[in-house]
């Protein structure tokens, strides 16, 4: 089945840096395009970057300049170097396979979900 785990979330103080992880398994990694999501309590998820199976990112607007997504095809493994991060950064991350093989930040072509890590920017 698939699954999808991230990992290094954490706090840090704000124009510090976190690099989150999110290993895939249980699919043919390389050909789907992959996302970060974040979410705050109260409000609707965001997509926060995306890449597609042959490395072409986009990004939200609030994010363009600091984070960096990438992927690892042969270790099956997604990145979010998030640098510059500010307090509104705040957020659970979650790491996403979507549906279809072009970047997206919408939510409804992602189909399989990981369980999220925390990061907490302090100010």
């Known amino acids: 089945q698939v699954q999808l785990v991230e990992s290094g979330g954490g706090s840090v103080q704000s124009g510090g840096s976190l690099t989150l992880s999110c290993a895939a398994s249980g699919y043919t990694f390389r050909t789907t395009s992959m996302g970060w999501f974040r979410q705050v309590p109260g409000k609707e998820r965001e997509g926060v970057a995306s890449i597609n199976p042959y490395g072409d990112p986009g990004y939200a607007d609030s994010v363009k300049g600091r984070f960096t997504i990438s992927r690892d095809n042969a270790k099956n493994m997604l990145y979010l170097q998030m640098n510059s991060l500010k307090p509104e950064d705040t957020a659970m991350y979650y790491c996403?396979?979507?549906?279809?093989?072009?970047?997206?930040?919408?939510?409804?072509?992602?189909?399989?979900w990981g369980q999220g890590t925390q990061v907490t920017v302090s100010s």
């Open positions: 996403a396979r979507a549906g279809v093989d072009w970047w997206t930040l919408r939510s409804a072509d992602y189909t399989y």
